[in-house]
């Protein structure tokens, strides 16, 4: 299968320059350290715990930061030219997008599943989604949001290297698209960073479910379609 | 362009008279609305229809995008970023009477309801539309990349509704045509009213294309003569 | 038989017409030089053949395969050597190579690499990051690149520029090998170099074809004032 060699090999060669070079993925965790004090200074956290707007917090967190990564992931193809020798070889324009989307969305969860534990500590007193029947759900939303995350972001980055704002057009184009899911993956991650779950909250949580499997699904093939249109030739 | 301009003078006209004869309907026949919020309801008359003419224009948009990307005639992005921009016209109308609306009523000018919140971020989202556009030389590139977000935000639009509907507690349904409350007149009046909106963007989308084209026009004959 | 075929292409940049009427073929095996001012179109044209712009309308055969129709079939066959290396900066030379060679589903993929590797006299620094490599080494390992695929069409985009001199001599080394069962379209600046490998040489001026002969026929003094004329008149 040639496609699936195509897109493992775009996908190993972004991991190894990520690897060697280190460049997003150091950015990106102090960049959520960071934030995490910009949290203490706006809520003293030290008197207060935090978990009513955990969810929140968190995802406040992680979408600028996935922000920032996201942005530099194609200054590699455009400034040494690449990208072009990528739209020369014979390989379907969505295996590109597929290919780069699933490199970001593994960089921004490799960064989160480290400054989770760390978000825990600083702000939660009593982390309720350290059992299993709150962790599974909490992984599961976390996952589907990232993939959101990475899906659009990863189009919306291809169009912003190609203007002359570059990196603004990300956060400014990419925050609106992903509107939608924001409310659902609070709902899912506040929801299990609390206690006991009510009925209405269950409800809430099983909608937000519910909405982000219905989003993940249509942008990305929506995105994946136009991608070649897009890119043009 | 004949056709298209006497098209443009029969809404444009039609509009007119469907705007006077809504006005004179709201304030003069329909009956005062006495069970919930009384005067301000007349306000929904307008409201309403300009939030539906707000919707048709973005569905322009997302049309007129994919027919461009499709057929790769610019003409097709003219269209494109015209309704993209009645939209927004359309929807600054739209939450300027609804921010009046709800001091009125609800004495704050702001709150987080669902319709008030997705419209902000449809403002929003097209307003990065027109971001995006101004930040692209060629016109191919910067047709290509707004047609893509042309597309992807219209998908946006639905699951915004669809997502703050379901997720916060939707405020009751002010009026509804299927209420029984709902007179004759009161109906007639509001169709009356959505029908001069719907008129009055059919015109100016006519009007905003014409200009766009034969800008585009002078600029080609003054490349031509060597201006 | 011809390899490239050219009929009425036109390339719009908006209301800019950058290629205006644009009518050529290539026989296989010939040899075509472009020359012409900044600015002319040069590498628009090379960029529409290559596959990574549209012409606005116009037809384009490339090997027996119709521009637009099916890409990936034409972008199989041809390879590209510009004055952008095309390398990524942090990968080793083999890796480069063996990047993309596997997109392109090259067949024997280590073999062909170090092949190549021998040819552009990089063997000893294969597993050396392409960072650490000098600007004519980049280049040597460019033209590797492009020719991995084994592609029966090569666009050479202005290739000798910011050569150093052993570099050029690979570069012709390399071309004379291979000439015989290729075909090449060369954007240059460089008159002597482009008019010396030529069986072809073309000229365009403001998106246009302004001359396009074959070498024998052209007489060199007369073919330089026209181009000299043509730079001149752009500046």
């Given at each position: 299968m040639l496609p699936l060699r195509q897109l493992w090999v775009i996908l190993k060669k972004d991991i190894l320059l990520e690897l060697r070079t280190k460049e997003m993925i150091l950015s990106m965790f102090i960049f959520v350290l960071l934030t995490m004090l910009v949290f203490d200074a706006a809520f003293m956290a030290d008197k207060n715990d935090l978990t009513t707007f955990g969810g929140g917090l968190l995802w406040l967190a992680f979408i600028f930061m996935s922000f920032l990564g996201l942005n530099r992931s194609f200054v590699h193809e455009k400034d040494e030219g690449c990208f072009d020798g990528l739209l020369l070889s014979p390989i379907d324009r969505s295996i590109i997008y597929v290919a780069k989307m699933l490199g970001n969305l593994i960089l921004i969860s490799v960064v989160e599943a480290a400054a989770i534990p760390i978000f825990t500590i600083f702000f939660i007193r009593y982390p309720y989604y350290a059992h299993w029947d709150h962790l599974w759900p909490f992984v599961v939303g976390v996952v589907l949001g990232n993939f959101a995350i990475a899906g659009v972001g990863t189009f919306v980055a291809t169009l912003a290297i190609n203007t002359k704002r570059r990196e603004q057009l990300l956060p400014i184009l990419g925050f609106p698209l992903l509107y939608p899911v924001m409310g659902p993956i609070v709902i899912i991650s506040g929801t299990m960073m609390g206690g006991k779950i009510g009925a209405l909250a269950a409800k809430q949580v099983a909608g937000s479910m519910q909405i982000l499997v219905a989003y993940d699904i249509v942008f990305f093939v929506a995105m994946a379609m136009i991608y070649d249109m897009v890119l043009g030739e | 362009m004949a056709l298209r301009m006497r098209l443009f003078y029969a809404l444009a006209a039609l509009s007119a008279v469907l705007t006077v004869a809504g006005l004179v309907g709201a304030f003069y026949i329909t009956p005062l609305e006495?069970?919930?919020?009384?005067?301000?309801?007349?306000i929904f008359y307008f409201h309403v229809p300009m939030a539906s003419t707000s919707g048709v224009a973005f569905g322009v948009t997302l049309v007129a995008s994919i027919a461009y990307l499709i057929t790769r005639d610019l003409k097709w992005d003219t269209w494109a970023y015209v309704g993209a921009e009645l939209g927004l016209i359309f929807g600054s109308a739209l939450m300027t009477m609804g921010i009046i609306w709800t001091r009125s009523t609800?004495?704050?000018?702001?709150?987080?309801?669902p319709r008030l919140t997705s419209y902000l971020v449809v403002m929003l989202l097209y307003g990065a539309y027109f971001v995006l556009r101004s930040s692209v030389e060629g016109a191919a590139e910067r047709a290509r990349y707004s047609a893509s977000i042309g597309i992807l935000g219209y998908i946006t639009v639905v699951f915004t509704m669809i997502s703050t509907r379901i997720l916060r507690t939707a405020h009751p349904v002010v009026f509804s045509l299927k209420d029984p409350g709902v007179t004759p007149d009161m109906f007639y009046t509001f169709m009356v009213a959505m029908w001069s909106a719907f008129a009055l963007f059919g015109a100016f989308l006519l009007a905003k294309v014409t200009i766009e084209n034969l800008t585009e026009e002078i600029a080609n004959l003054k490349d031509e003569i060597g201006g | 038989m011809r390899e490239i075929e050219v009929n009425n292409l036109n390339k719009y940049f908006g209301r800019r017409q950058v290629l205006k009427q644009i009518n050529f073929s290539v026989k296989k095996g010939a040899f075509l030089s472009i020359f012409g001012p900044n600015g002319a179109g040069k590498t628009t044209l090379v960029k529409i053949l290559s596959t990574l712009e549209r012409p606005t309308d116009g037809q384009v055969t490339i090997a027996g395969a119709v521009l637009g129709q099916d890409p990936t079939q034409i972008r199989k066959r041809i390879g590209l050597i510009s004055h952008s290396p095309l390398l990524y900066l942090d990968l080793t030379a083999y890796e480069n190579l063996e990047f993309y060679g596997t997109l392109y589903g090259v067949a024997g993929l280590k073999e062909r690499a170090e092949f190549l590797l021998d040819q552009v006299e990089l063997t000893h620094r294969r597993h050396d990051l392409v960072r650490t490599f000098s600007k004519g080494m980049q280049q040597r390992l460019a033209i590797a690149r492009a020719l991995m695929h084994q592609p029966s069409i090569l666009f050479l985009d202005e290739p000798y520029s910011g050569l150093d001199p052993h570099a050029v001599d690979i570069l012709d080394g390399l071309i004379d090998s291979i000439r015989a069962d290729h075909t090449f379209v060369m954007v240059s600046h460089n008159l002597d170099k482009g008019l010396s490998l030529c069986s072809d040489a073309m000229i365009i001026e403001a998106g246009r074809i302004i001359f396009h002969e074959d070498k024998k026929d052209i007489d060199v003094d007369e073919f330089q004032q026209v181009y000299r004329r043509s730079v001149r008149g752009e500046m």
């Open positions: - | 006495v069970k919930q919020i009384g005067f301000t309801q007349k609800w004495g704050v000018w702001w709150t987080w309801d | -």
